[in-house]
T-cell receptor, first 110, second 112 residues
Framework: NAGVTQTPKFRILKIGQSMTLQCTQD?????MYWYRQDPGMGLKLIYY???????DKGEVPNGYNVSRSTTEDFPLRLELAAPSQTSVYFC?????????FGSGTRLTVV | QKEVEQNSGPLSVPEGAIASLNCTYS??????FFWYRQYSGKSPELIMF????GDKEDGRFTAQLNKASQYVSLLIRDSQPSDSATYLC????????????FGSGTRLLVRP
């Protein structure tokens, strides 16, 4: 039981490049979330999903896309990376009353 | 815009003291309230949750909720240097998505 697994752990992107942040959970949780955390700040919700095939926008969705074809996987796509997307990205799934977080992806856009 | 406010700190307390962390929220419909601890460079981990007015105790931690004042707090008794971290308050709204709105966190430093 690995919990929530995120890959990669670190990535440097050039402006205008695209990439996909991977998130997988093996707990059969329906609810999954993507957050970003800027230095010294709390977490801001980017997108969330309440089950396979169902996604919705959070507070800061611009510049991102998601898909949820299976219960296990919830990838986050960055199109046309911008310096403002430099952040730490956390994926989480809902467990009871709280979330289980992945270990995060630290992304730098230069 | 639903908001969760926390004092950024740092809150500095001596080892063995009680640390008191506070949080206010704007949405009166909020149902559940969470405290997460986040060590530098790590992901948040759940410490406590509370959904009824009053106090909830778990070991050295006590969460306090006052819905009328829209206020939630976390007390850490017998603070240890290992408690030094950022504490994030999070609030769950009324809808069925269970989205959490996070505060920006309070940094706690426990001095040996």
């Amino acid at each position: 039981n690995a919990g929530v697994t995120q890959t990669p752990k670190f990535r440097i992107l050039k402006i205008g490049q695209s990439m996909t942040l991977q998130c997988t959970q093996d707990m059969n949780h329906n609810y999954m979330y993507w957050y970003r955390q800027d230095p010294g700040m709390g977490l801001k919700l980017i997108y969330y999903s309440v089950g396979a095939g169902i996604t919705d926008k959070g507070e800061v969705p611009n510049g991102y896309n998601v898909s949820r074809s299976t219960t296990e996987d919830f990838p986050l796509r960055l199109e046309l990376a911008a310096p403002s997307q430099t952040s730490v990205y956390f994926c989480a799934s809902r467990q009871g009353y709280g979330y289980t977080f992945g270990s995060g992806t630290r992304l730098t856009v230069v | 815009q639903k908001e969760v406010e926390q004092n950024s700190g740092p809150l500095s307390v001596p080892e063995g003291a009680i640390a008191s962390l506070n949080c206010t929220y704007s949405d009166r419909g909020s149902q559940s309230f969470f405290w997460y601890r986040q060590y530098s460079g790590k992901s948040p981990e759940l410490i406590m949750f509370i959904y009824s007015n009053g106090d909830k105790e778990d070991g050295r931690f006590t969460a306090q909720l006052n819905k009328a004042s829209q206020y939630v707090s976390l007390l850490i008794r017998d603070s240890q240097p290992s408690d030094s971290a950022t504490y994030l308050c999070a609030v769950n709204g009324e809808d069925s998505s269970y989205k959490l709105i996070f505060g920006s966190g309070t940094r706690l430093l426990v001095r040996p």
